[in-house]
């Protein structure tokens, strides 16, 4: 049965390539030059063809705008009271304490107030496990096969989940939705900017680094374990990774192999694209980032070993509720840890949580990350952080405000790959920033204004900007 | 003001005999009684014999401490009842995915199931509780398919157990989950406070699923077994020589639900949509039984018909996405309005074991959307205290009542304040859990020893 099942993909994948091929020479012929190889169209191009899915994200529109009197948290660790924050042309234009704002800039006194970057969430799957949690909405886990690394998280997110908004009214400006965790290698991640938006293009953060998600330890051998398959075992795991990295740098090769013969205008047959391939290809050309979700320290010490053995960085680690263990080897490698502050015991991997992870990663001098995983946890990452601040200070660690508030904003911008383009309150980046009426790191404190690339997105005193999902309207009585 | 010199040994005499060793004074606090005398700005706490022996204005008294009394200095901070944490499975579980004690899968065992024999008091998630100033908890059981989404393929990593608040497992397929009982979590062989406090329904989803996949044939089949133990209570005799016809229930499950029927136990029924929780108040009218509501996202939109019926309800106040179609109302906002329409409300944390930590916080967010300051420290503690009958033992700081309480550096619902010492029953609780002994194993790396060996 299985063996029949084979044969009529690889007949099916054939036609569809032969047909796809045909139709393409008849529209544009090859060149003159016989020998040259014809070129392929773009969907058949491994990494040649343009993004088909592209970002359409636009900007909110946005005036010169003053907030004036703030206390700043510039998410690089500063703090800066009585400061201004200049925004012009969707960019921070400038931050400081003695800024006098220009006439025609629109000026909000946010004099006892605070002010910080867009926080951006490491690890959410808003789409993809999206509210109501029904069935029908399950799209973040392709539990199939150990190996996903073709899936594309953006092609399951659902824009209208009304979740985004509501982390929007927590200060999330950007987010990266990952596929789940039960596979070893689960897909493509996506970096999302935080607007209301008919399409995940709408939604697509121009130009990020895409991510591939991994997965440690049980949930893989428990999926697959259970339907007497492999992985079973965590040998069983790392094996399968370690198949996965032979099997895309070999197919680089082939690639970069006919590359380099049609380039010199040698006949060569192009290798066929192979969406699982491609994206692991990505990784070992450092293309694509790989947020590696995984629990124990010793098991994070073992991926490390596979990707000096296949040659690709992991970018960060995530839960790693064992990081403590090993801050010293994280901080070392470069790695970021995203993690929470109170989770744990879900499960015997989540065992030996401490509430003061992410501070004795920053006290190691790595990048710890606080990260959501969650669609309720996400509307209060300030929060967690404080939990989690506060546990390294209990902890008797010498950690300020301003140096936790990168762990909701300069960190997780790194870890996703966009540090250059948000994350802080530095001139020339993107406009993201969070007002609220209280210090963040306090239990009372509520985001009043969020804006996007300088744009009003949200205003907690004005209904015109609380926007509603498709879902939301007409349902829940008043919600 | 009166000027009065109060020695403590003459106070603890007086309601507990002599002084001895294990006196305490805690000075120089701002005591939140939950009780009475509401906030008293410069207070101080006299314990005597696990005992609270008089909580006093400080600038209204001078003290003369008996010898052998330990003076505590609060040095400001704020010294609160111990905290009553409601839903919860401390003690009834370890690892989640390793399995727990809270769900029962027994056609003859559902309403007899009790927790108060699966209690572990070693468990190590209760010294992390405790470190976040619970000092008592209700372990209820958690009632079968409660959530009514049930499609969460992501439940793997931090998502934290369910409990009869907020939906639950699909192993149970009995009307009635089991019966709650209420712990302490102090060091102890025996952590059982009263057993038998509440028995679990579950009602939406959860019960539709329990009775054949529809909401109205859960009543029906609540009110046949209500009629059979009512029956059953008239024909004992009859029933023990097989002289009635057959029942809905088994007997063990019949003679569970005695207390039911007859007032004296309440159910714990878990719903959430507004049609729902109205049902159930109609529900527990025809039937005469005392109930409290639990979960109810959409509480607040029928707020005022819930005060009516002097119902109290127990809820997360974190929950405000429409997460199933039962909650499409949730708000922030719920505890604020329920406790604005004169509901007597109780807070639970975000889960009722590893996460059971984070009450304290869901409270200040309970605040943060309207709920006033006071009215959310009763909501987790004088509140849990009194509908599940403890309230002549815990839940404010009086005279008489368990020494249960804790001093915080400062509010004790903001994350950067922490707990410098916790009292149950008048005994000083060690300031530790396994997880701190983990940081501080792991907090040098440099050792030329392995972690493993003790540092010197």
Known sequence: MRVLTTAVAVFAAAALSGCATTAATSIKPAAGDAAKARSLPKGLDSGRGEDAYASTYRPLPSRPTALVGATIFTGTGEKIDGGVVLIRDGKIEAVGAAIVPPASYDVIDAAGKFVTPGLIDAHSHLGVYPSPAVPAHSDGNELTDPNTAGVWAEHSVWPQDPGFNLARAGGVTTLLVLPGSGNLIGGRSVTLRNIPARTVQDMKFPNAPYGLKMACGENPKRVYGSRNRAPSTRMGNVAGYRSAWINAADYARKWDDYRAKADRGEKAEPPKRDLQLETLAGVLKGEILVENHCYRADEMVQMIGIANEFGYKITAFHHALEAYKI?????????CVATWANWWGSKLEAWDAVEANAPMIHAAGGCAIIKSDDPDVIQRLNQEAAEALAAGRAAGYQITEGEAMKWITLNPAKAIGLEKETGSLEPGK????????KNPFSIYAKAERVYLDGGLAYDRRDPRYQPKSDFELGQGAGR | MRELFVSLAALAAAVAGPALAQSVAITNARVLTAGPAGEIAHGLVLIDKGKITAVLDQTTVRLAFAPGTQVIDAQGGVVTPGFIAPNALL??????????DVVANNPDIGAAFDVQYALNPASTLIPVARMAGITRAVVTPISAGGGGGGADFHADDGEELMTAGGGGGTKSAALFAGQAAVIHLGEATDILVKPKVGMVVPFGDGGANVAGGARGAEIVALQTAFRDVRDYIRNRAAYDRAGVRDLALSKTDLEALIPVVEGRMPIIAVVHKASDIRAVLKFAREEK???????AEEGWMAAREIAAAGVPVIVDPLSDR???????????????????????????????????????YNAGNAVSYGMPYQAALAAMTINPAKVFGLADQVGSLEPGKDADLVIWTADPFEPLSQPTAIFIRGQAQPLTSRQIE????YKDLSGPYPVAYPKP
């Open chain 2, 289 to 295: 039984i005392k109930v409290i509501l639990s979960g």
């Open chain 1, 327 to 335: 801050a010293d080897i994280l901080a070392k490698e470069d790695i």
């Open chain 1, 430 to 437: 993107r406009a993201d920033v969070v007002l609220w009426d």
């Open chain 2, 322 to 360: 429409p997460e199933t179609f039962q909650t499409l109302g949730a708000s922030l906002e719920n505890a604020g309005k329920l406790h604005a329409a004169g509901v007597t409300v109780i807070l639970q944390g975000s889960g009722g074991a590893h996460r059971i930590r984070e009450l304290r």
């Open chain 2, 438 to 441: 983990l940081r501080d194993r």
């Open chain 2, 91 to 100: 003690g009834a579980v370890e690892v989640r995915s390793l399995g727990d």
